[in-house]
């Protein structure tokens, strides 16, 4: 239902756009946004963008410099990351859930649709 792409190997400062494209006719009707998952680590919320757009939500971490967007004619949500650092090394997961955004944080264990996962790698 979900398919990520755009992972890759980026110098530390440097930027990185992910994209993920939704099958099925849930994506205007879900919230959207993107969780990561570092080696050893457990997954962590990222951002999440309301349906129409025009709301979003960053964790700390990446406020200021990952900007998450959306188009609904395509179906795809987007992650555009700027000023990497290693420590975004990652796999980067898409979901699709009905909830608010401001309960994204707490969903990890019961988000409806999850993608399949692409890899960032942050060298220094």
């Known amino acids: 239902q979900l398919q990520a792409s755009g992972g890759g190997l980026v110098q530390a400062g440097g930027s990185l756009g992910l994209s993920c494209a939704a099958s099925?006719?849930?994506?205007?009707?879900?919230?959207m946004g993107w969780f990561r998952q570092a080696p050893g680590k457990k997954r962590e919320f990222v951002a999440a963008?309301?349906?129409?757009?025009?709301?979003?939500s960053y964790a700390d971490s990446v406020k200021g410099r990952f900007t998450i967007s959306r188009d609904n004619a395509k179906n795809t949500v987007y992650l555009q990351m700027h000023s990497l650092q290693p420590e975004d090394t990652a796999i980067y997961y898409c979901?699709?859930?009905?909830?608010?955004?401001?309960?994204?944080?707490?969903?990890?264990?019961?988000?409806?649709?999850w993608g399949q996962g692409t890899l960032v790698t942050v060298s220094s």
């Open positions: 963008i309301n349906r129409s757009g025009d709301s979003t």
């Open positions: 979901a699709g859930d009905p909830r608010p955004i401001t309960a994204w944080p707490a969903i990890i264990p019961s988000v409806r649709y």
């Open positions: 099925g006719r849930f994506f205007n009707a879900y919230r």
